[in-house]
């Protein structure tokens, strides 16, 4: 059965042209990722299982793991470094990712209305100033 199996796999990488080095190596880093979310996923059930710890301290851990593996994700998934925001930068990719593109548009949208609205108020506020003769 696994060397049907392996005749199948052999014959689809011929068909889609790919040397058996890309193949290879296509492998090589899929097993790689499935070892690294296998980690993640033993490390939190290591953690919610052990009796030593208290509920938030396990609280804690969990999320900076899942944290941890959302960062390596979006390291993968959109070729960046995986922190969207600092304190002094923003990924140059931050508009277009798909994480943080609703939260662009929103700033970019409040951007624009300031920038509209503000000088109406101020031409209201003197036109309210010179029509009451306060000025």
């Given at each position: 059965?696994?060397?049907?199996?392996?005749?199948?796999?052999?014959?689809?990488?011929?068909?889609?042209?790919?040397?058996?080095?890309?193949?290879?190596?296509?492998?090589?880093?899929?097993?790689?990722?499935?070892?690294?979310?296998?980690?993640?996923?033993?490390?939190i059930r290591n953690v919610k299982h052990n009796p030593n710890l208290k509920p938030w301290k396990k609280w804690k851990i969990i999320k900076e793991l899942q944290s941890l593996k959302n960062k390596r994700d979006r390291i993968r998934q959109y070729d960046c470094d995986g922190i969207c925001y600092t304190d002094n930068s923003m990924?140059?990719?931050?508009?277009?990712?798909?994480?943080?593109?609703?939260?662009?548009?929103?700033?970019?949208?409040?951007?624009?209305?300031?920038?509209?609205?503000?000088?109406?108020?101020v031409i209201a506020t003197i036109a309210l100033l010179v029509f009451t003769n306060f000025l």
């Open positions: 059965m696994e060397k049907d199996q392996y005749n199948k796999t052999i014959e689809i990488i011929k068909a889609a042209g790919i040397t058996t080095e890309e193949a290879a190596g296509a492998f090589e880093k899929l097993a790689k990722i499935a070892a690294e979310s296998a980690d993640y996923e033993n490390e990924c140059p990719q931050a508009e277009i990712c798909p994480e943080t593109r609703k939260k662009e548009f929103a700033g970019t949208i409040m951007a624009a209305g300031t920038v509209i609205i503000l000088p109406i108020l």
